[in-house]
């Protein structure tokens, strides 16, 4: 199954292209942003799972700007693909939070396959906007949790790491529609 989604931020600007592509071995999401959140920045990324809906892989370039590769086993370990290192610092996390997409948001609904009123702590790999890129352009460690309040359609989100929280509504496909002050959905 492919679809695509497309995303404005909440005022209206920048746009974002997103192509979900899943099978029965998982799924890739692939997009790319022109982005106005903390500044104006052109993006692309690239997230594919396992059939667990597990991260695997991910891929963030920023135009005229750092690059991002990483991939994880799987278990929770995580491997820097450009500087070929080890990232311990991510052990635990079995899913990716892109900052400048709402598409992610999928993956832990998908992967934790909560029931109604059900929470989920979680361990996420934040990979952060251009702007918050101080340093090497590495993921960083973030606790988030997410509360199903009606299965498949709608969840909590709480980025503990951030103290931020958001009721998100999902398609049938399990991508965000809106992310209330941040991302808009933009139907056709």
């Not at 396992?50 to 135009?63: H, L």
């Not at 709402?102 to 702590?121: F, G, H, V, Y």
């Not at 251009?130 to 359609?153: M, S």
Request: proline content about 4%; overall charge negative.
């Amino acid at each position: 199954m492919q679809v695509s989604a497309r995303w404005c931020d909440w005022d209206g600007n920048g746009l974002e292209h997103c192509v979900l592509d899943q099978g029965d071995g998982g799924l890739v999401l692939e997009g790319v942003v022109a982005g106005t959140r903390g500044g104006q920045y052109g993006g692309s990324y690239l997230v594919r799972t396992d059939a667990q809906f597990r991260t695997r892989e991910v891929r963030v370039s920023y135009v005229a700007g750092p690059k991002m590769h990483i991939e994880s086993d799987g278990e929770g370990h995580w491997h820097d693909k450009i500087a070929n290192v080890a990232l311990s610092f991510l052990d635990g996390c079995f899913d990716v939070d892109i900052g400048i997409t709402p598409a992610t948001n999928m993956l832990p609904i998908k992967r934790l396959n909560l029931r109604e009123q059900e929470s989920q702590d979680i361990s996420v790999a934040y990979v952060p906007l251009p702007h918050e890129v101080d340093g090497d352009f590495l993921p960083r460690y973030a606790q988030q949790r997410y509360t199903c309040l009606i299965a498949g359609k709608r969840y909590r989100y709480d980025g503990i790491f951030r103290a931020f929280s958001a009721e998100l509504e999902f398609d049938g496909h399990g991508l965000v529609c809106d992310y209330p002050d941040t991302f808009r959905r933009v139907f056709e």
